[in-house]
């Protein structure tokens, strides 16, 4: 979650660059900029929620998938 998280804050600035150069029309960067914030608006939410559970949501992805690679593991 906190990947989708960077890469949203990292989409949101290209989106402005692209804006700000003239590369993208305003009205189209504002509207996926309006977008991009939605977006991260909702999973910080999530995170948050989650953090305030206690469950590392990252933690819990990268053992579920440690778990599926060796199976026999188990």
Request: hydrophobic content about 40%.
């Amino acid at each position: 979650m906190k990947r989708q998280i960077d890469k949203i804050h990292r989409d949101r600035k290209k989106w402005a660059e692209h804006a700000f150069d003239g590369t993208v029309p305003s009205d189209i960067a504002r509207k996926k900029q309006d977008q991009l914030t939605r977006q991260l608006a909702g999973l910080e939410r999530e995170l948050a929620s989650l953090t305030q559970a206690g469950i590392d949501s990252d933690a819990t992805l990268d053992a579920v998938l440690d778990l599926m690679a060796d199976p026999g593991r188990m």
